[in-house]
């Protein structure tokens, strides 16, 4: 056990406890938003930056007093960017909303029915976000070469798809997983596509660094009892990873010894 | 003088500060970000940042998102 008081992420130069980072997104209301990001245990997690509607109530809670900055490491995204320009406005005014909290989710999408990332201007934001001093951790997909360029370009860690975003199809492309996180020296986070407990598992369980993931758990029946649930799922399939698996077999390999048998 | 808020087309008094406006707009209190013509203007500036005619002003504060 004592590894694994030792095995926390790093991101940017911060130790994190959990592996596990949500969103925000499509709960209820917020009094499930906070009981389900309490119950995951996440201590990275997320939110948009939206223009203030004008005319709206001011009494009404504000996600920042629920999901406090003092409390959590708070992940700004730029969900729902099509292009660079506005990925990088959108990072500016959530620097100046956090107080110079420097650190975001970097995503410019190339469309609507897919929701997939926009490499060519993925990059380009990256490029200039670094540059700005931003603390950027990407989106992006499953691309070996493109994860690799993001990472030189000085982005803190690359997080590519499992599969669309919200679609909870899993981890489609292990294999390119695996050739990312063998060419990183960032850490690499499965970002979108998580379904179940066993894909975030097993997302953990090939040596993924950690797990972001938001409609898994706020689309789930029971929202607060599935982030519990990814919560156990992304500790085991880390101790896994760390335990090293068994080598598979063609046959069988008896675990009770011959010896000393009754019968015969 | 007229001025554009989130998009929105509206009037305003002559030579009104950014901190006017949020305080009419009752967002005095909140948490929001605000970007001038395009330029954030840190909170510690908007009490004396004055609006000009046609001043595009973006306000923006945080929501659930993934």
Partial sequence: ?264 | MQIQVNGDIIDVEDNMTLGALLTQMDLGERRVAIELNLEIIPRSQHAETKLAANDRVEIVHAIGGG
């Fill in chain 1, 1 to 264: 056990m004592a590894e694994q008081q030792n095995d926390s992420l790093v991101i940017a130069g911060t130790t994190y406890n959990s592996r596990l980072l949500v969103g925000t997104g499509k709960y209820k209301d917020m009094e499930e938003t906070r009981l389900a990001i309490e119950a995951s245990g996440a201590e990275i997690v997320t939110l948009a930056v939206r223009r203030t509607n004008i005319g709206q109530n001011p009494d009404e809670p504000n996600l920042l007093d629920v999901i406090s900055p003092e409390k959590y490491t708070i992940l700004p995204n730029t969900a729902g960017c099509y292009d660079a320009p506005d990925a990088v406005r959108t990072c500016k005014l959530a620097r100046e909303l956090l107080d110079g909290h420097d650190l975001v989710k970097l995503e410019v999408l190339g469309d609507q029915k897919t929701l997939y990332p926009n490499i060519v201007e993925t990059l380009k934001a990256a490029e200039e976000l670094v540059k700005d001093n931003f603390k950027v951790m990407v989106y992006t997909n499953d691309d070996p070469i493109v994860a690799k360029q993001l990472e030189e370009m000085g982005c803190v860690a690359v997080m590519p798809l499992g599969s669309l975003i919200g679609s909870g199809l899993g981890i489609l492309n292990p294999h390119n997983i695996r050739i990312i996180m063998e060419n990183a020296n960032v850490p690499i986070l499965v970002d979108a596509g998580v379904g179940t407990p066993s894909d975030a598992a097993f997302a953990m369980e090939m040596g993924c660094e950690g797990v972001l993931m938001n409609t898994a758990i706020a689309a789930a029946q029971n929202p607060i009892l599935m982030a519990s649930a990814m919560k156990k799922a992304i500790e085991a399939g880390r101790e896994g990873y760390l335990a090293g698996r068994m080598p598979k077999k063609a046959y069988a390999s008896a675990s009770s010894p011959m010896e000393g048998l009754i019968v015969g």
